[in-house]
């Protein structure tokens, strides 16, 4: 059973342009969960999404980030117009459905999102 | 909002001493989340506590959770090289399943 993936694993971008992340939950998880890693800092929560729904985006900045899980297909977090700061580790995890809260979350390999 | 702090930062061991983190919070939590990362990788999940004194053991780590449900802890004996990397504790009250991460506690063990 193929665990968490994202892609890439390591991405680099220019000041401005745009980084698009992908996450593919493990099979049979339909919640996808994201969370950002600064260096040398712990995990911040960003968004919570089911497929097609965001539930919870409160740790999302307000500008520029943006995130979607569609009915096919991985779910993407999208930064628009990076800036120096955006660089950190990106990882996603899932979780089964219907366990509600508590439920265990399974970590990928994160994406390291470097900006130049 | 809702933080979980955890102790200490940073813990340098002698291989085979023990060690231990520590993790508080202003509020209640209904469970609480124990995840390893090493150097490098990702969070691996190692364990969950949901009730009031609830002591579990895996091996050399045992965890607890406080009567009060507002601290948690883990303790390796006689740690080895190969539990270096960071501990997060993480609070998993939030009744969307998010995770509110605790700092961490990297443990650095020499041979």
């Known amino acids: 059973n193929a665990g968490v993936m994202q892609n890439p694993r390591h991405l680099v971008r220019r000041r401005g342009q745009e980084a698009r992340l992908r996450c593919s939950p493990m099979?049979?998880?339909?919640?996808v969960y994201w969370y950002r890693q600064l260096p040398e800092e712990g995990l911040k929560f960003m968004v919570y999404?089911?497929?097609?729904?965001?539930?919870?985006e409160s740790g999302m900045p307000k500008e520029r980030f943006s995130a979607e899980f569609p009915k096919e297909g991985p779910s993407i977090l999208r930064i628009q117009q990076v800036v120096r700061g955006d660089s950190a580790a990106y990882f996603c995890?899932?979780?089964?459905?219907?366990?509600?809260?508590?439920?265990?979350?399974?970590f990928g390999p994160g994406t390291r999102l470097t900006v130049l | 909002g809702q933080q979980v702090m955890q102790i200490p930062q940073y813990q340098h061991v002698q291989e085979g001493e023990d060690f231990t983190t520590y993790c508080n919070s202003s509020?209640?939590?209904?469970?609480i989340q124990w995840y390893k990362q090493r150097p490098g990788g990702h969070p691996v999940f190692l364990i969950q506590?949901?009730?009031?004194?609830e002591v579990k053991k895996q091996k050399r780590l045992t965890f607890q959770f406080g009567e009060a449900k507002k601290n948690s802890s883990l303790h390796i004996t006689a740690t080895q090289t190969t539990d270096v990397g960071t501990y997060f504790c993480a609070d998993g009250s939030s009744n969307t399943g998010k995770l509110i991460f605790g700092q961490g506690t990297t443990l650095q063990v020499k041979p």
């Open positions: 099979k049979g998880h339909s919640h």
């Open positions: 995890a899932s979780s089964p459905a219907d366990r509600g809260y508590g439920d265990t979350q399974y």
């Open positions: 999404l089911q497929k097609e729904n965001i539930i919870d």
């Open positions: 506590l949901v009730k009031s004194g």
């Open positions: 509020t209640t939590l209904s469970n």
